[in-house]
C-alpha cells in the first residue's frame, strides 16, 4: 500500500478508535475499491528496482563511454571548441549524482520525489551526453562516437519505463491522498454525530 494509503488507514484507525473504542482493521469497502483500482497497473517493489537495476547497468556503461573521451585531446589537436571540456566535466559529475539518488530510490521505490529527481538528473545527463556525442562524432574515432550514439538510444528507452512508472506512481499518490482526506471527513461527520459521553461522579 502506498503513502497516502496507509494515511487513509490511519485515519480510519484513529476514527474507529475515538467512535468504537477499539481498533479497525482495514478501509471501508468503498474505499478499499479505490485504493485497490489505483494500484491496478503500478509496478510493485520488485518491478520497480529491476527496471532502476537494468537503469543503473545502462548508466554504468555510458559513464565508462563518456569517461574515455578526451576533450582536451580534440581541442588540441583537431580545433574542437573548447565548451567540449567543461561538458565532459559536467558529465563525470553528473554520473555520479545518478548514481547516488539510483541507490535511494532502490530502497524506497514509492518515493516520488526521489523517483522525479532521478529523471530530471537523467534527462540532463541525456543533454549533455548529446552534445559530447556530436563532438565525439566530429573530432573522436567512428566507434567511439557510434558506441555512444547506441548507449544515449539504450538509455531513452530506459527513461521512458522510468517515466511511465513515475506518471503511474503520481497518480495513484493523488488519489490516494483524495481518499485519505475523503476518510478524514468522514470520521470527522461520524464523530460530531456521536452524543457526549456522560462522566459519573
Not at 139 to 157: C, V
Amino acid at each position: 500500500m502506498s503513502i497516502a494509503g496507509r494515511l487513509a488507514g490511519i485515519a480510519f484507525l484513529l476514527c474507529g478508535t475515538a467512535i468504537f473504542g477499539g481498533w479497525q482493521t482495514s478501509l471501508p469497502p468503498d474505499l478499499q475499491k479505490q485504493e485497490m483500482k489505483q494500484q491496478e497497473g503500478l509496478e510493485n517493489a520488485w518491478d520497480v528496482r529491476a527496471i532502476l537495476d537494468h537503469l543503473s547497468k545502462d548508466d554504468q556503461q555510458l559513464a565508462s563511454i563518456l569517461a574515455a573521451l578526451k576533450p582536451q585531446q580534440w581541442a588540441d589537436q583537431k580545433g574542437a571548441p573548447t565548451p567540449y571540456i567543461l561538458q565532459w566535466q559536467q558529465t563525470q559529475q553528473q554520473t555520479r549524482d545518478v548514481a547516488v539518488v539510483e541507490h535511494a530510490l532502490m530502497q524506497q521505490t514509492d518515493n516520488l520525489s526521489l523517483g522525479l529527481d532521478l529523471y530530471f538528473r537523467l534527462e540532463a545527463l541525456d543533454i549533455t551526453a548529446r552534445s559530447l556525442s556530436e563532438g565525439a562524432s566530429k573530432y573522436a574515432d567512428r566507434p567511439t562516437a557510434e558506441h555512444l550514439k547506441a548507449r544515449l538510444a539504450q538509455n531513452f528507452t530506459d527513461r521512458e519505463r522510468l517515466r511511465d512508472y513515475l506518471k503511474d506512481l503520481a497518480t495513484s499518490t493523488q488519489q490516494n491522498f483524495k481518499i485519505a482526506d475523503a476518510e478524514a471527513q468522514r470520521c470527522r461527520g461520524m464523530i460530531s454525530k456521536e452524543p457526549p459521553k456522560t462522566v459519573r461522579k
